[in-house]
């Protein structure tokens, strides 16, 4: 058998290294992404549930954390009824109204200026000036809701002030001042229709550009998925309102958001009668369009929120003729009272009317 020369001896040596140094390093250049989960209780009153798939846990955690540090910012800021110590936020600027100009920072201005745009761009389906109105009805519904005996339904008459008040109310906002003012007394703002949607689309674009992505956030119904679920596409689906499953199946990667209304969730009863809490401006009562939910499938997390609202607020007609003014492609699957369905977009390829 012929001897290797120490030069071959050398190489093929190295050769080994090579090799073996080859096998050490391939198994963490392949890891699969595991998946890692948490629930974050209390910002916006409700929970938020996040999916991330990531390669160490330690990435998952650093995502969790800032996520949770940003969504509880957005709480305090758009907070209607407590004030926080060293933050001006909505609380202020409402107790403010017909006052003087309140500072705020530079996120809540631009929420507001988005408060504005989803008025113009529903026809006044979405108004966050409405807050006077709503506020009556809130008060109602917790007193039902605590004590069912003496449950009552607002009047004509406090209704009738109430929306005076809104009508003539302005919004003022000085973007080089940095403040926002309400011109009538007895004013106020409110933007539950939007502002979880917004601030979630805000967090995960935020997240997104710092390197995030395959994750997935549903923050009290406002649902915003990113990239892929470990490669493959995000299933989403609709919850059935008479009932624990879920309907209107729709596979997708990349940013998406899904938003749903209904009026299962956040209601009292009087006297039989069930009243929730999405108002349509035009009757200062809870819309009654026959709709259990209204479910909108769009790429921005805001928009799903204040459109689900807007179609809620609105019949099928209307609400597809409203459809038809938006650049961005938007699906959407509304489900009346008595469980029929219509589907609008994605939904319409999976079933509907």
């Known amino acids: 058998m012929r001897r290797l020369s120490g030069t071959r001896r050398a190489g093929v040596c190295l050769a080994l290294v090579f090799v073996l140094l080859l096998s050490l390093f391939l198994p963490a250049c392949s890891v699969a992404p595991k998946r890692y989960s948490t629930v974050i209780d209390g ?18 955690d650093a995502f969790f954390s800032l996520f949770r540090e940003r969504l509880e910012s957005w709480d305090k800021l758009a907070d209607i009824y407590y004030e926080y110590d060293g933050i001006n936020n909505l609380r202020t600027l409402n107790l403010a109204a017909g006052v003087a100009p309140v500072e705020l920072d530079a996120l809540l201005l631009d929420l507001l200026d988005y408060g504005r745009l989803a008025k113009e761009t529903t026809n006044g389906r979405v108004d966050l000036l409405l807050g006077p109105v709503l506020s009556i009805w809130h008060a109602a519904r917790t007193a039902g809701i605590d004590d069912p005996e003496t449950a009552r339904v607002p009047t004509d008459e406090e209704l009738s002030r109430a929306a005076e008040i809104a009508k003539r109310s302005t919004l003022v906002i000085d973007r080089d001042a940095g403040t926002a003012y309400l011109s009538e007394p007895g004013s106020s703002v409110d933007v539950g229709a939007f502002a979880k949607g917004y601030a979630t689309e805000r967090i995960c674009s935020e997240l997104e550009g710092l390197g995030y992505t395959d994750f997935a956030a549903n923050v009290g119904g406002n649902l915003r998925v990113s990239g892929t679920a470990a490669g493959e596409k995000w299933v989403l689906s609709v919850r059935d309102p008479a009932g624990a499953g879920t309907i209107g199946e729709v596979e997708a990667d990349g940013a998406l958001s899904l938003a749903t209304s209904g009026s299962y969730q956040r209601y009292y009863v009087v006297n039989g009668v069930r009243y929730h809490h999405i108002l349509d401006p035009d009757t200062n009562a809870p819309a009654a369009f026959g709709w259990a939910s209204v479910s909108v499938l769009t790429g921005d997390a805001g928009v799903a929120d204040v459109l689900s609202t807007a179609l809620f607020c609105l019949d099928y007609e209307a609400g597809v003729l409203l459809l038809s003014t938006l650049a961005s492609p938007v699906s959407v699957l509304w489900i ?3 469980g029929e369905q219509y589907a609008f977009g994605a939904f319409a390829e999976g079933g509907g009317r």
């Open 43 to 60: 910002p916006f009153d409700t929970a938020t549930q996040l999916v991330i798939y990531a390669k160490k846990k330690s990435d998952a």
């Open 336 to 338: 009346t009272e008595s």
